[in-house]
């Protein structure tokens, strides 16, 4: 599974959001986290379909988490930006084979268990075990995210 670039902002401005007690601006966003910010409204607008973040209209307008950063699994923001979280076609729900052989076919079984070591991961993992995970580094998580080329 290769991880879009979506979803790397995405996890991103969830994480940044998470960190604040106020508002964040497009421009904000896009300065603080080195992401173009034609590219913030595409994420958001996914985001807020999702149900993870909201706008706010306004002069002091700007965006929000609509949970809790514990209650945000890290499954439910990449599959906001992922077309699939499969790891391979053959695991999709109509189990494509280009040999016909998903019954029989003992790699699709590990990629079975694989895929659920995967899931299951992504969805005990919320964004506040990111942030507590970063808590115990001496680093800025804010530097993190202007590090060049990440």
Known sequence: MHLTMSTDY????????SDRKY???????????NIPQSYVFKVLRALQKA?????CSGVDGGFELLKRPEH??????MEATETTMKINRCLEDDN???????????????????QELIDTKLKKTTIRDLLLTWSMYPVN???LCNVEGD
């Open 10 to 17: 995405a996890i991103r401005i969830i994480v940044y959001l």
């Open 23 to 33: 508002l964040a601006s497009s421009r904000e966003l896009s300065k603080n986290l």
């Open 51 to 55: 149900g993870l973040v909201k706008s």
């Open 72 to 77: 945000i699994m890290l499954f439910d923001v």
């Open 96 to 114: 494509h084979c280009n040999r016909q052989a998903v019954a029989l076919c003992r790699i699709r079984c590990f990629y079975v268990d694989l």
């Open 141 to 143: 998580r804010v530097m």
